[in-house]
C-alpha cells in the first residue's frame, strides 16, 4: 500500500515563496505520474502542476505556469512543488497524488486519474 504524506506548507506574506514536499512510502514505490492539485474554501479541487515520474516531464496549470516548479527525487521517493511569488488566491489545501505505475507514459491531469492521496498540506497567503 503506498502512503503519501505533505509537509512543508505554511503562512508566507503575498510575494514570498513556500516549498511544499510529499514523500511516498511502500514496500516498492513507483508510478505513471505524481501531481500537486489544491482546494479553497467552497472550490472544487483544482489541477496545479504534475509530473511524469519516468521521463521527468512536467506540466502546469495556467494560473501557476512561470511560478511554480514541480520536481521529484527518485532515490528519496520524494515530489517537490516549489512555489514563488505567491498571491492570495493560492491560498487552499495542497494535495499530492499517485497514478499507480502500470508503464503507461501519459501523465494524467485529472484529479479521477489518480490511485494515492497525501492527506493535504495547508498553504496561506497573507495580502
Known amino acids: 500500500q503506498v502512503q503519501l504524506v505533505e509537509s512543508g506548507g505554511g503562512l508566507v506574506q503575498a510575494g514570498g515563496s513556500l516549498r511544499v514536499s510529499c514523500a511516498a512510502s511502500?514496500?516498492?514505490?513507483?508510478?505513471?505520474?505524481m501531481g500537486w492539485f489544491r482546494q479553497a474554501p467552497g472550490k472544487e479541487r483544482e489541477f496545479v502542476a504534475a509530473?511524469?515520474?519516468?521521463?521527468?516531464?512536467?506540466y502546469y496549470a495556467n494560473s501557476v505556469k512561470g511560478r511554480f516548479t514541480i520536481s521529484r527525487d527518485h532515490a528519496k521517493n520524494t515530489m517537490y512543488l516549489q512555489m514563488n511569488s505567491l498571491k492570495s488566491e493560492d491560498t487552499a489545501v495542497y494535495y499530492c497524488?499517485?497514478?499507480?505505475?502500470?508503464?503507461?507514459?501519459?501523465?494524467?491531469?485529472?484529479?479521477?486519474?489518480?490511485?494515492?492521496w497525501g492527506q493535504g498540506t495547508q498553504v496561506t497567503v497573507s495580502s
Open positions: 509530473v511524469n515520474w519516468i521521463y521527468g516531464t512536467t
Open positions: 511502500g514496500r516498492t514505490f513507483s508510478a505513471n505520474a
Open positions: 497524488a499517485a497514478d499507480k505505475y502500470s508503464g503507461g507514459t501519459t501523465t494524467p491531469l485529472h484529479s479521477y486519474d489518480y490511485d494515492y
